[in-house]
């Protein structure tokens, strides 16, 4: 194809890419004449280079389209919704001719001419109109455009600016809200546009180039990681000062290249505007789409990989979210319905939410369509929550759709969306709330090609894993401080008060099944007979996985390589890289492990997706049998430890079961009385802790860890059970721990601490504990209750707010972060605005305790931050900060 | 690094008119697996490896020997032994590898030994005979004869299409 040619089409695609957005801007301001400006250049270019470079077809679209830009410019009046259509169609022909021609350098016979004859035709009614005089709002001329009058008039001189008209229809009413000017992101798109044409500072390069650049500056990575293993053997000042710079020059390369990749969202972004103005003038809704972050910049081969499922959530929040302007009103709404895309940046990662302010997601509707494809039976999803319903749409086999399709984005599932975004490392996430909207929520890292990398070794073995997934290392080895513990056959690791599930990489990738390694590996757990091995907590969404490995080495820059085509079925793997000596390794992915080893097979963000009802939460639970065989549960956030004392251990003090446990006394409490502790052999007990106080559970055996959503079926008589729930598909009652500990303390420590800890003197401090969760109200108060507060509790921040408003006075607060509605930090704010409460110490509970969040609060107005499974911190910090607060006051 | 080849040569039988062009010659990459000497047409191979240290993959097909990387390309290695259902080789025996290329990803075939490369005339090709094991037939594009035996002519395509990654991900172990 000659350069001329190649050169006219990239330049016409790139400007196409723009008219969509802009035209869609001209449809909200008719009276904008920059807008109309640009769009009648791009036409007017195409026309002009047509005729140069002898392409009819092109050319005679590209006029008939100009000449109805035209009219628009004599008159704004005409630029109605109908009239847009049509421009819109009209470039869909130019791009699909661009796209023909881009293929075989030769026009195709496409027949465009029924869509020349429309765009006379609308050209004739135009000038019509502007003839008769009649310059009427948009919105009037809609309807009048085919009967127009033919009355003469004086039309505008040809050559005359269009200020004149702008003028006159300034009053004119766009169909939709036109606010997108006011909202400074809106128009980043157009703006990006014009500032590349208008700088001259950049150069076309093509792609082809720029990723052969990338490989050899991959390939030099490489050489400089295999350099670097050499230069740390040798001793040679002179070559080590070079092989610095090198490095260093390497690295900086490597970056610079790294960044010509880069593209900012708003490209992505380009057809939204287009595609939900369609689907409004379809539907005859009202749609306005917010566009904020859209400069955030990240990879183009990610952001290819994610345009498609971003058009599709779009189009669907659009389609089905969206309401119609009945219905809208009829539910006291706005008539306009909103849909926001906002990206920004958080750690090596962007995220981008997209959300509308709709009916949410239709449970009754998903539920029948679960029963109509019979991914669940009746039975199991009368016992799913709402959330968990929820994220059926997720699912393979959820959507109608039959085929695939991925120019359009319709007729794609949100399974295929899900897939995609995971592909690439992402996760995606989805809170709705009924009547108010559906937000999706997407993170996905910034780039794919070139990562750092933990070198982690198992059977002899080496792997990668991306670091970002990394979020600590614990070795554990014999007398340490970390062992991991078997419930039943699953093995947990409990660091901080936290139990974490684990994996074994061992046994999950069948490694050392050779029969010289197969001596010492009868158990279950290959692992296991090593006593020396580490754990890598891998955090995949918000949740965490250890992961059991032997050896941990480096880590890396490692190039990521794609796993070859006869591998990739095997799902924990997300590439494949050269190490520095020049060794194949595979990179593992959490993600597809963390979903195979069945912990994760709907990515969920524990707080995000708890929603208006608290008790629906999942947790991990640890079952247990105790007494009349029950089956009995704890949350496994509240146990300390799992231990099997010896039971000739214990021993009996003032008519209680004790045993000497750490230096201690450890009452022992059962759950009734018939419920003994054995005589013989091993006694599970489960070990709760409140600072240096330790309680232990008889239980007659453990059964099981399992996570799960809890509905729980609660009952208030205090007799030791809060609820009832259906887990694992079997009636499971909920054991408060608070309460045994309470009658544990009671009974025994408060002979010996209770008059030394509690000041009789003062009254008890009043502590309003705020949580979006009843389940997690429910376990906290009684525990705060024995250490001596008077426990208010709030479902949430409304709900805390509400008390406030009702002139209750606290002396601290305990807030979670995490909160639908009005969270953690909004709360906060809302109590430092002013008010009864202004003073008053504020403490939040966060499971992700990240700087952000720090700050965040921090600046919010919380004082303390603790994390969310740390009760013995709690009490610590609460003292302190009651102590400050004494002082101060 | 590696040139892409006429593809049409390397995957489609050989030859197109037998018996119209009877002195015309090819040239063949001969090596033995298990005793059975094949050929490959010397256009399909990018290169000759010896002795290479492979990394397996966990859960691959049992086919897959493992990837190994050839000058910064990471490429998998396929036991054609295993694919052929011939005995394993003895743990340690030497062995080289034939890196050829198959719609656009370089693979490495695992053979016990590369022998030479020879022109062959047409007519010394004769067709699969009507006998020969279906596991075979699909891989092979007839037999040429050789002043000793008989070289069976290797089709790349079908050898490399019918290793599905699925049997390896429902948990076969490797080299067990």
Redesign the interface.
């Given at each position: 194809m000659d350069d001329l040619l190649q050169e006219f089409l990239a330049e016409a695609s790139e400007s196409l890419g723009l008219l969509d957005g802009e035209l869609v801007r001209l449809e909200d301001t008719p009276d904008d004449g920059e807008i109309l400006g640009s769009i009648f250049r791009v036409f007017h270019t195409i026309k002009g280079t047509c005729g140069f470079l002898n392409l009819p077809r092109l050319e005679k679209v590209a006029h008939a389209g100009e000449d109805l830009l035209s009219t628009f410019r004599e008159n704004a009046g005409l630029v109605t919704p109908e009239a847009v259509s049509l421009i819109l169609r009209c470039v869909d022909a130019i791009r699909a001719l661009i796209g023909a021609l881009e293929v075989s350098g030769a026009e195709p016979e496409t027949d465009h001419a029924a869509l020349i004859a429309d765009l006379k035709e609308m050209v004739a009614a135009g000038e019509a109109r502007s003839r008769s005089g009649e310059v009427e709002p948009a919105a009037t001329a809609e309807a009048a455009a085919p009967a127009a009058s033919s009355a003469p008039a004086d039309p505008q001189p040809e050559d005359a600016p269009a200020q004149a008209d702008g003028d006159a229809v300034s009053a004119a009413s766009s169909p939709r809200k036109a606010d997108g000017e006011a909202d400074g992101g809106a128009n980043s798109t157009g703006g990006a546009g014009r500032e590349v044409a208008a700088s001259g500072k950049s150069i076309r390069v093509s792609v082809d180039v720029l990723e052969s650049l990338i490989t050899l500056v991959s390939?030099l990575v490489?050489t400089r990681n295999q350099l670097l293993q050499l230069a740390r053997s040798k001793d040679d000042g002179r070559a080590a000062d070079s092989f610095q710079r090198l490095s260093r020059i390497t690295t900086e390369l490597q970056e610079g290249v790294m960044k010509t990749r880069m593209q900012p969202v708003s490209t992505a972004w380009a057809k939204l505007p287009r595609i939900v103005r369609d689907l409004s003038v379809e539907t005859g809704k009202l749609i306005e789409l917010k566009m904020k972050g859209g400069e955030a910049e990240l990879d183009r081969q990610i952001l290819e990989m994610i345009r498609d499922p971003l058009t599709h959530m779009v189009r669907n929040s659009a389609d089905h979210g969206i309401e119609t302007r009945q219905d809208r009103r009829a539910a006291g709404k706005p008539e306009t319905g909103t849909i926001t895309l906002n990206a920004f940046h958080e750690g090596g990662h962007i995220i981008i939410e997209i959300a509308d302010d709709g009916r949410g997601l239709d449970i009754a509707r998903i539920r029948d369509k679960i029963l109509e494809r019979g991914l669940a039976t009746p039975g199991e999803l009368e016992r799913l929550s709402d959330q968990q319903i929820r994220q059926f749409i997720f699912k393979a086999g959820f959507s109608t759709a039959e085929t695939v399709t991925s120019v359009s984005g319709r007729g794609v599932g949100m399974d295929v969306v899900r897939s995609n975004v995971e592909k690439i490392g992402g996760v995606i996430e989805l809170v709705s709330v009924p009547g108010k909207g559906t937000t999706f929520t997407v993170k996905i890292p910034l780039t794919l090609a070139i990562v750092s990398a933990l070198i982690v070794g198992c059977a002899g073995?080496r792997f990668a894993i991306p670091q970002i997934c990394v979020s600590e290392l614990v070795h554990v080895a014999p007398g340490g401080a970390h062992r991991v513990e078997m419930v039943n056959t699953a093995p947990v690791l409990s660091l901080r008060n936290r139990l974490l599930p684990l994996v074994s990489l061992r046994d999950l990738?069948?490694?050392g099944?050779?029969a010289a390694q197969q001596e010492g590996g009868a158990g279950k757990s290959g692992d296991n007979t090593r006593d020396d091995y580490y754990v890598i907590v891998a955090q995949i969404g918000s949740r965490h996985l250890g992961i059991i490995v032997d050896e941990v080495f480096d880590t890396e820059e490692i190039v990521v390589?794609p796993v070859?085509?006869?591998?990739?079925?095997?799902?924990?793997?997300s590439g494949?890289?050269?190490l520095g000596d020049?060794?194949?390794?595979?990179i593992l992915d959490p993600n597809g492990i963390a979903a195979t080893a069945g912990h994760a097979q709907v990515s969920r963000n524990e707080q995000a997706t708890a929603m208006t009802q608290g008790e629906q939460q999942r947790s991990s639970l640890i079952i247990f049998r105790s007494g009349d065989r029950s089956r009995k549960a704890v949350p496994m956030a509240l146990v300390e430890r799992l231990e099997n004392i010896d039971a000739a251990a214990i021993e009996t003090a003032n008519g209680r079961a004790v045993v000497q446990y750490r230096g201690h006394m450890m009452p022992l409490v059962a759950l009734s009385p018939e419920c003994k502790p054995r005589s013989e052999g091993q006694q599970p007990v489960l070990v709760f802790a409140e600072g240096e106080r330790t309680v232990g559970l008889i239980v007659e055996e453990i059964v099981d860890i399992v996570e799960d959503q809890l509905v729980v079926e609660f009952k208030g008589d205090g007799d030791g059970v809060l609820g009832s729930a259906v887990i694992d598909g079997k009636a499971t009652d909920l054991v408060d721990v608070g309460h045994y500990l309470t009658a544990a303390f009671a009974d025994w420590f408060g002979i010996e601490a209770g008059g030394a800890d509690k000041d009789e003197g003062h009254e008890k401090k009043r502590l309003l504990l705020v949580d979006d969760c009843a389940f997690f109200l429910r376990m906290m108060s009684p525990k705060l209750a024995i250490s001596g507060f008077e426990v208010i509790e709030a479902l949430g921040g409304e709900q805390a707010m509400e008390l406030h408003d009702r002139g209750i006075d606290v002396d601290v607060i305990v807030s979670d972060i995490e909160m639908p509605g009005m969270n953690g930090f909004a709360f906060a704010e809302a109590v430092h605005s002013g008010g009864r409460w202004s003073e008053v110490p504020m403490i939040a509970l966060s499971s992700r305790l990240t700087a952000q969040n720090l700050e965040r609060g921090r600046n919010a107005g919380f004082t303390s931050f603790v994390a969310k499974a740390h009760r013995d911190e709690l009490c610590g910090v609460l003292r302190k900060v009651l102590q400050q607060d004494g002082e101060a006051a | 690094m590696t040139t892409s080849r006429n593809s049409g040569a390397r995957t489609a039988g050989f030859p197109t008119l037998p018996g119209t062009d009877r002195g015309a010659r090819r040239d063949f990459l001969t090596f033995t697996v298990h005793r059975q000497t094949f050929g490959l047409p010397l256009e399909a191979v990018d290169d000759v490896l010896d002795n290479r240290?492979l990394?397996?993959?966990?859960?691959?097909?049992p086919e897959?020997a493992g990837?190994?990387?050839l000058r910064?390309r990471?490429?998998?290695a396929i036991d054609v032994r295993r694919r052929l259902g011939m005995p394993a080789m003895a743990p340690g025996a030497s062995h080289m590898s034939i890196v050829t290329e198959y719609?656009g990803?370089l693979f490495n075939l695992v053979v016990d030994a590369v022998g030479e490369v020879i022109a062959l005339s047409e007519d010394r090709y004769e067709e699969n005979p009507a006998t020969l094991d279906d596991r075979w037939r699909d891989v092979s594009a007839g037999i040429y004869r050789l002043e000793s035996n008989l070289m069976v002519v290797l089709k790349v395509g079908p050898l490399?299409d019918s290793?599905?990654?699925?049997a390896?991900?429902a948990?076969t172990?490797?080299?067990?």
């Open positions: 390939e490489l073995q990738l069948k490694l099944t050779t390589k070859g085509r006869m591998l990739r079925k095997i799902p924990f793997f494949t890289t050269i020049g060794s194949v390794i595979m | 240290p990394t397996p993959v966990p859960l691959a097909p897959i990837s190994l990387n910064g990471i490429i998998t719609d990803e490399l290793i599905d990654g699925a390896g991900a948990g172990p490797v080299g067990d």
